[in-house]
């Protein structure tokens, strides 16, 4: 389970890094897309930090129940 969130953190990355490169490829020629991509970048970075901080709450709770 951990493993697979894990992989959906990263899949954010790649999407924000498209994103990026197509802001930067359409910015002088469709401005109105590039536009559109600034959108799913900024969603996907946050999306990255909200899920990495999730799978690491989830982590510790695990942690912490084999503990006690």
């Known amino acids: 389970m ?3 969130l894990r992989y959906t953190e990263y ?3 790649i ?3 498209f994103s990026i490169y ?3 490829s359409d ?3 469709d401005r109105t897309m590039a536009y559109f991509f600034i ?3 900024v969603v996907s970075i946050g999306m990255f930090l909200f899920r ?3 799978r690491k709450k989830f982590e510790q709770r695990k ?3 084999l503990n006690k």
Do not use: E, M
Request: net charge positive; charged share 10%.
């Open 2 to 4: 951990i493993s697979i």
């Open 11 to 13: 899949l954010y990355v």
């Open 15 to 17: 999407v924000a890094g």
């Open 22 to 24: 197509r802001i930067f």
């Open 27 to 29: 910015w002088n020629t």
């Open 39 to 41: 959108f799913f970048a």
């Open 52 to 54: 990495r901080n999730y």
């Open 63 to 65: 942690q912490d129940n």
